[in-house]
């Protein structure tokens, strides 16, 4: 993906007049960041290695991002709390190839994940820059399993319900899985084609 990557942006920056140096610049930024995300995509799979052997059967170990006043029980403390993740995948890189967003200053395909918990039920948002989604009030599992649950939120710019999946790793991980025209459908420079109907597995940081 990276080395499709370079030589598209190579091409792309030459075309644009833009001096060697700066583009040199803008690709050596760029491959940091990309191999930040392939160590992370790397991590999340021991995270899943890790959570399966996590506990013994009828035991439960708690998610990150789940204080320890909150509970799949507790509903008669009222509390706020919000727990973020920085979503990543390297495929998206693919699916922005010819993307307009490149223009922007330092940007790179990424995302935000944010819940918001009041008593027991919870709010998911997702910040993809140029579409949010948000959920109605569900209820998340407190402990970390690879177990993928899914459920529908809408986007805020075109009102359209999309699917995801969720679940929750250990080590600070969340697997997302996303519908990938949702998150790259906003940049009319991207092969829309080549994504409809593909679901996009989003590696989440806990931050």
Not at 123 to 145: C, H
Not at 146 to 164: N, S, W
């Amino acid at each position: 993906i990276w080395q499709q990557h370079a030589l598209h942006m190579q091409h792309r920056y030459r075309a644009s007049g833009l001096p060697d140096f700066a583009a040199e610049t803008k690709l050596a930024f760029q491959k940091k960041v990309y191999d930040l995300h392939l160590g992370r995509e790397s991590q999340l799979r021991k995270a899943y290695e890790d959570t399966a052997n996590l506990h013994p059967p009828g035991e439960h170990a708690t998610r990150k991002g789940v204080t320890g006043l909150w509970n799949t029980v507790l509903v008669t403390t009222q509390f706020s709390e919000h727990s973020m993740w920085d979503l990543i995948s390297t495929k998206l890189w693919r699916y922005f190839e010819n993307g307009f967003s490149w223009n922007l200053p330092q940007w790179v395909p990424r995302g935000i994940l944010r819940i918001q918990t009041i008593f027991n039920a919870s709010r998911v948002y997702f910040d993809f820059g140029s579409r949010t989604f948000s959920t109605d009030q569900i209820n998340l599992p407190a402990e970390a399993s690879t177990q993928v649950l899914f459920y529908a939120a809408r986007c805020h710019e075109t009102g359209a319900d999309v699917h995801f999946g969720l679940a929750f790793l250990a080590d600070g991980f969340v697997k997302v899985q996303f519908p990938a025209l949702a998150v790259v459908g906003a940049d009319a420079g991207c092969r829309a084609g080549v994504v409809v109907d593909t679901v996009v597995e989003l590696t989440g940081v806990y931050m």
